[in-house]
């Protein structure tokens, strides 16, 4: 079924006697958009950079529609049966580290939707883990960092566009790391739910007995495929 959701065209992928299915191996995947606060400590630069590509205005309304993002994706959570003892959280950005609880209770408290929604699930008995290699976003923070430390905006475009093989070859490399992670831990009868960023591509490379469910829309790389692991 299609439709539109924050702008954009959609594929919902649904069927609840998925979710129900005590022998499979359920991934409900989000799509995301990061809000400033989810950023960390990237945020204030982020939030500069926005303002002067669409001026304050165009801001406000790109925050408006990542906030409805957020309402809509907690919204569809919500209508769901599910058992949250029985559901591991999988979260853009989170190490392997041993501090997720910690990492996620701070950015929540920054008043990140993103992290407020992971608090309120745990709280329900969801498990959170750790889903990223921490060494690996250490190497993306550095790139970053390198490039938001150029203060002249014309030649810090010039080194981005030249650093896009390596950011591509590291997010291949996440994305990797992030799918090994899942099919690691996901258990038979158990849910995840995935938060991932719209670049992000993780379905090709899980394990064939998961099912993927994509309850508002598919990421960039996945548009056009109706179901993976179906």
């Not at 299609?2 to 702008?7: E, H, K, P």
């Amino acid at each position: 079924m299609r439709g539109t959701r924050y702008g954009v065209p959609s594929i919902v992928v649904w069927n609840h006697r998925h979710v129900n299915d005590s022998m499979s191996r359920i991934l409900i995947y989000f799509p995301i958009i990061h809000t400033q606060a989810d950023m960390g400590t990237l945020g204030n630069a982020i939030q500069q950079s926005t303002i002067r590509k669409l001026g304050r205005r165009g801001t406000r309304q790109k925050a408006k529609v990542i906030d409805n993002m957020w309402a809509e994706i907690e919204r569809k959570i919500d209508s769901l049966a599910l058992s949250y003892e029985k559901v591991r959280l999988y979260q853009d950005g989170l190490p392997v580290c041993g501090r997720e609880v910690q990492i996620v209770t701070e950015l929540a408290k920054a008043r990140g939707s993103n992290h407020q929604l992971l608090l309120r699930f745990m709280d329900k008995g969801a498990t959170i883990m750790g889903t990223e290699s921490l060494e690996l976003l250490m190497e993306e923070y550095a790139l970053v960092q390198g490039i938001w430390d150029i203060p002249d905006l014309s030649k810090r475009s010039r080194v981005e566009a030249s650093q896009k093989a390596s950011f591509d070859s590291l997010l291949k490399r996440r994305d990797q790391f992030i799918a090994r992670r899942i099919n690691d831990t996901l258990t038979s009868g158990e849910t995840g739910i995935l938060f991932l960023g719209m670049l992000h591509s993780v379905a090709d490379k899980l394990g064939g007995d998961i099912r993927v469910i994509y309850p508002l829309k598919q990421p960039f790389s996945d548009r056009g495929k109706n179901e993976v692991n179906k």
